[in-house]
């Protein structure tokens, strides 16, 4: 599913995904940690390092990590790109 969060910053994500059903945010900006205090969320955050932020690459490294995750962690399938 996709919520049309696109231009929403790190800070905005993580308040409007915790405000959401999720347990988990897997994110592509590698600077998020150094930005926010992911402790201080109340969800787990998956920050991918990868060469490239497009959908076109992230989305099926995204799906493989939804993949070998908990059922019960993951309640549907949410991508935004950070």
Request: hydrophobic share 40%; with cysteine.
């Amino acid at each position: 599913m996709i919520f049309g969060w696109q231009g929403l910053k790190g800070k905005e994500i993580l308040e409007r995904a915790s405000s959401y059903p999720f347990n988990i945010c897997i994110a592509g900006d590698k600077n998020l940690p150094y930005q926010q205090n992911l402790s201080k969320c109340s969800i787990q955050v998956i920050i991918l390092n990868t060469r490239t932020t497009r959908p076109s690459y992230l989305v099926p490294l995204m799906e493989k990590i939804s993949d070998k995750l908990s059922p019960s962690l993951v309640s549907f399938s949410f991508f935004s790109m950070i």
